[in-house]
């Protein structure tokens, strides 16, 4: 039997992955755009939506290795994708360095920490969980608006000193609109005026129903600065992934979706991307947006060298022919020949889309859509 993401399917049906969830959700199934669904699932949801359902034979496939489905026999489970959302000030990076020092992994020889748009922790029950650190809401909403929707679950942090504001809201209707399961870190607890029961019933207003109020969003009191309810804010991430079944085949060529990258004075261009399946390894021929490399160096959010990345790991690619954008594809082919056709067809597809190119630098991001 075959399975496909939910967030594949919408594209392939040219609708929102969000609206596909709503239906799923109406036919009593609780699934996230990054889930799979079975066939069957599939046939019905291509059904409800009034599209005709058109079998693609083997050979009919897009030459674009990407639109293939792995079999569901292959799937193995894969740590959750977690990103950080929240206003100005309330601590998300704060929390991300806490979160960060409470890694197993973190004291090991050589392990130098350097910034990196993502990174993994390796929790004290051995769970892996990645975290993407998204400077700005524009950077998820850019990604997703390129079916690069990577992210598994959104942690919004609300400082109970400070309560919602903007980007708060901003971020509850991104994370809804992508159809990604919430978390709320209610930050700052460790202030004399934090107040979270205030913050519980202003989410009453924009439809989050938290725990603490009998709704069935988890809610965690924590203090970046202090450490409090860390832990459990890890088994609240712990909880969420295992209902999602997060599942990828790590044993195949592997595909990947590029968080950030820069030109690199010494290393020449370097991408961060997230192994969305298969094992990347050191001598893979790949494509990445339109352009091909080859796979020089893999290094780990520590800055170590590596020797192949498996689904939800983030790593530093070296042996890139240029600068990649946030949210490109990058394809591990078979060869140097099957690298220039994809590539010839990536650009093709581009041109016809004439789509805007977007910097892979976050910061240029923000500008670019000032
Ligand atoms: P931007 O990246 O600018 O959006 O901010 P941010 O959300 O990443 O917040 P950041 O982590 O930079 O924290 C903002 C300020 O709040 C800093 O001065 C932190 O020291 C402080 N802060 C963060 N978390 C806590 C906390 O749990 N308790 C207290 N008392 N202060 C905190
Ligand atoms: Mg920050």
Known sequence: PEAI??????????????????????????VTVNQTIDQDTAELLVEEFGHNLQRVSEADVDIVSTEDVDAEET????????????HVDHGKTSLLDALRGTDVTAGEAGGITQHIGAYQIT??????????????????????ARGANVTDIVILVVAADDGLMPQTIEAINHTKAAGVPMIVAINKIDKPE??????RERLLEHEIVVEAMSGDVQDVEVSAKTKQGLDTLLEAIANQAELLELKANPDRAAEATVIEAQLDKGKGPLATVLVTRGTLKRGDIFVVGTQSGRVRALLD???????????????EVLGLGGVPNAGDQLTVVENEQRAREVSAYRTE????KRTTSVPANFENMFSALK
Do not use: W, Y
């Open 5 to 30: 993401t939910v967030q594949e399917l919408a594209q392939r049906m040219a609708e929102k992955g969000a609206d596909l969830v709503k239906a799923l959700f109406n036919m009593g199934m609780m």
């Open 75 to 86: 799937l193995e489970p894969r740590p959750p994708v977690v990103t950080i959302m929240g």
């Open 123 to 144: 929790t004290k029950d051995k769970q892996k969980i990645t975290f993407l650190d998204t400077p700005g809401h524009e950077a998820f909403t850019e990604m997703r």
């Open 194 to 199: 934090a107040n979270a029961k205030k913050i």
């Open 301 to 315: 959010d520590k800055g170590r060298q590596i020797k192949e990345a498996g689904p939800s790991m983030p790593v």
């Open 349 to 352: 597809k581009a041109n016809d």
